[in-house]
């Protein structure tokens, strides 16, 4: 678990306050994501998290540890870290960029090169292509996905993000989000990850927080957030269609119906769809209702209700 | 004329190779000790932006002090011969060698860094692993630039009594003889060369594998 205590980062020389009394907990293997405009502090917030920025106030815990009584040394290897474009080290092979904390911790040998071959596995890459290649000779994706490798390749239960997929495609940026997710699923961390894109945030965060100068403007689920947005600040950021965005987060499944005659099925849905898409699928077909596959049915009434009342 | 040469050398094999030799010793000597100064302290004086702009703008001046001069001046301070010839060979070295060591350190990717640093590397760490393995080729280009101007300017020695190639060149001038000239002077020009080449040479080996554009 991660927690901020009213913590403070004023930077020598600045009047304003980077980071303002902000408290935020990330509970154990959840993702957060810290949303904002440029200047938020969303990402010194994160540097906070491992030591790379010192706050002038406030109290900071990982894993119940004061990170401030922790030798920065030591905390940082047992927090996992990424940066856009993956910073690799580019006069170390993919192995050797992925061995780096394994070796400070000290491991043999025979261990490295085992978690080395399991970390490119973990994120899609044929060990035997990939171990011993330098970063130049991978495209964007691809030093992406070894960064993560390389951060998640000391066991650490934190993983901090910042703008980890910024400077991907966007096809390619959709691709490495769901591999993350699945990851994810694989192996518990506690994740907190600093993004400028909403979608982004909907999508990996279990719980996203709202920053503006410094301060925590909301923090809630993906859902809360869209649904009831705490300022004009944060529903401008979420966009005005927050209510599909809201309806993509629920799938088809949740909204089943078992009564009534089920309709032909030429109108069938999925039942992971989400319901954007059923919606979708009605207006594109001109129908009230959709069939699940697999059984039952969906109509547009409840969609409708569903979108209306919650998340 | 230049059969007037090999003869003069084959007459007087001795003299030829010792000269030879100094002008080598001299000049390696003077290398080995202004890479041992300046690598080092231009590591250190990397570490702060302010001092960095400095060294490089102090460093840029003394370069353009002529290579005569620098001898001249050990003249005064240290006399003449071999130690006050090497002092001044490795003044001459030191502002290649510092100009490149800050400058490389100084522009190795701030995000690289700061992933070493976020990944629990200590500073020394940091500057072993990271910092110096990524400034080599910049690094080598200036004790390449410096070990050329060193082997050249060996050549001025002989004005101070330090020995060397240079004093065929002196004699031959003083006693108008082309032939006597041109035994210091194709060695000198050759032994450049050689020099250049074989820095280049090791400027390549040295580049860490990640790091070469065509490999």
């Known amino acids: 678990m991660i927690r901020l205590e009213a913590v403070t980062k004023r930077y020598d ?58 030798d920065p040394v030591a905390l940082r290897r047992s927090i996992g870290y990424v940066i856009q474009q993956g910073g690799l080290f580019p006069h170390m092979t993919v192995a050797e960029n992925i061995a780096t904390v394994p070796r400070l911790l000290g491991w043999d040998d025979a261990r490295i090169a085992a978690r080395i ?17 330098y970063p130049r000779a991978l495209s964007g994706g691809q030093r992406q996905r070894v960064g993560v490798a390389r951060a998640l390749a000391g066991e650490p239960p934190v993983l901090l993000m910042d703008e980890p997929f910024g400077a991907v495609d966007p096809i390619g940026r959709e691709r490495l989000q769901n591999e993350l997710l699945a990851i994810l699923r694989r192996v518990r961390k506690t994740v907190v990850i600093v993004t400028h894109d909403v979608d982004e945030a909907l999508k990996l965060g279990d719980r996203i927080a709202v920053l503006d100068g410094g301060r925590l403007v909301q923090h809630g689920t993906p859902a809360e957030i869209l649904l009831r947005p705490a300022n004009a600040l944060v529903a401008g950021f979420v966009g005005g269609d927050r209510i599909l965005k809201a309806l993509a987060l629920v799938p088809v499944a949740a909204l089943r119906r078992s009564d009534g005659p089920a309709p032909p099925d030429r109108l069938q849905i999925a039942p992971e769809a989400n319901l954007r898409e059923a919606l979708a699928r009605m207006i594109e077909t001109g129908s009230h209702e959709l069939a699940i596959a697999g059984g039952g049915r969906i109509i547009l009434g409840d969609v409708l209700a569903k979108a209306r009342t919650s998340g | 004329m230049i059969g007037q040469a090999i003869a003069l050398v084959l007459a007087r094999p001795g003299e030829f190779l010792d000269a030879l030799l100094t002008h080598v010793a001299l000049s390696a000597a003077a290398l080995a000790v202004a890479i041992a100064l300046a690598v080092p ?80 590397m200590t500073p020394r760490q940091i500057a072993r692993r990271i910092e110096l393995p990524l400034a080599v080729p910049v690094v080598f280009a200036g004790i390449r630039t410096a070990a050329v101007e060193v082997v050249a300017s060996a050549t001025l020695a ?43 040479t090791l400027q390549r080996e040295l580049t860490p594998r990640g790091l070469r554009v065509a490999a």
């Open chain 1, 117 to 133: 071959d399991e970390m490119l596995g973990l994120v899609g890459l044929d060990p035997a292509d990939y171990r011993a290649r």
């Open chain 2, 41 to 120: 302290a231009g590591l250190l004086l990397s570490r702060r932006a302010a001092a960095a702009l400095l060294t490089i703008n102090a460093a840029n001046v003394a370069k353009t002090v002529p290579s005569l001069a620098v001898l001249a001046l050990m003249l005064p301070i240290l006399g003449t011969g071999f130690l006050p010839a090497l002092v001044a060979l490795i003044l001459l070295a030191l502002p290649s060698i510092l100009i490149n060591t800050v400058g490389a350190i100084v522009r190795v990717d701030a995000d690289v860094v700061g992933a070493a640093t976020a990944m629990g």
């Open chain 2, 158 to 200: 002989s004005f101070i009594g330090g020995g060397g190639l240079g004093d065929f060149i002196t004699a031959g001038i003083a006693m108008s003889e082309m032939s006597q000239l041109l035994v210091g002077a194709v060695p000198v020009a050759l032994l450049t060369v050689a020099t250049e080449l074989g820095f280049a």
């Open chain 1, 13 to 70: 020389g600045t009047g304003a306050a980077a980071v303002d009394a902000l408290s935020l907990e990330v509970p154990e293997a959840t993702t957060t994501a810290l949303i904002g405009p440029s200047g938020s502090g969303k990402t010194t917030t994160l540097r906070l998290i491992n030591r790379l920025v010192e706050p002038s106030a406030g109290r900071i815990e990982v894993a119940g540890r004061d990170v401030m009584t922790t």
